[in-house]
């Protein structure tokens, strides 16, 4: 079946400007994961939602980040007066209701210049 | 300090080495260990999955746990070309919720 869908994969925004970043999770999925990856480093947690509701955010850098899933499906994380420091490897992933297995999706490349 | 620490290589072995990858973490909280492999421009893939202390074994794989000493591994034995790539630690307290993920080791299987 399908995977974990991402997109665009590839941004490239002017600093300052608002970008949104969607996942489309596996069909099933109740639970959604967005981290944040840089270059040679490990997935690092922004947030995760079961169903609609976002049950941690603890991961998001400030206030300019922030993510909704309004019908427990597709998910947008937004960043706001993007600025060079948020270049990084947006990774989405799913998780279905029986499982620990977070699948992840292909990631979205941002680059703010 | 990071809560997971892991060497980032790169590891480069000949081809039926043995392959030792490994990882200390801090939190003494954490209870679910896994390892993800990452192949280059890809999203990482969930490889061996362990729950406490003890030794899980899938075909080549073994993963080891020791919470005493907050120290996981990941042993690949004969390992092949196309085990050539970044494997990352994860963990987490309850499992379904957030992973804390180690930096990646970079491996390269020499043929």
């Known amino acids: 079946g399908a995977g974990v869908s991402q997109s665009p994969r590839y941004k490239v925004t002017k600093r300052g400007q608002d970008v949104a970043l969607r996942c489309d999770p596996i069909?099933?999925?109740?639970?959604l994961y967005w981290y944040r990856q840089a270059l040679g480093q490990g997935p690092e947690f922004l947030t995760y939602?079961?169903?609609?509701?976002?049950?941690?955010k603890s991961g998001l850098p400030n206030d300019r980040f922030s993510a909704e899933r309004p019908e427990g499906s597709i998910s947008t994380l937004t960043i706001q007066r993007t600025e060079q420091r948020d270049s990084a490897m947006y990774r989405c992933a799913s998780r279905g209701p029986s499982s620990y297995e977070q699948y992840f999706g292909p990631g979205t490349r941002l680059t703010v210049t | 300090q990071k809560e997971v620490e892991q060497d980032p290589g790169p590891l480069s072995v000949p081809e039926g080495a043995i392959v030792s990858l490994n990882c200390t973490y801090s939190n003494s909280a954490f209870q679910y260990f896994m390892w993800y492999r990452q192949y280059s421009r890809k999203g990482p893939e969930l490889l061996m999955y362990t729950y406490s202390s003890g030794n899980k074994e899938d075909g080549r794989f073994t993963a080891q746990v020791d919470k005493s000493s907050k120290y996981i591994s990941l042993f690949i034995r004969d390992s092949q070309p196309s085990d050539s790539a970044t494997y990352l630690c994860?963990?987490?307290?309850?499992?379904?919720?957030?992973?804390?993920f180690g930096t990646g080791t970079r491996l390269t299987i020499i043929p």
């Open positions: 939602f079961n169903y609609e509701a976002q049950q941690d």
């Open positions: 069909s099933g999925h109740v639970s």
């Open positions: 994860a963990m987490s307290i309850f499992g379904n919720e957030k992973l804390t």
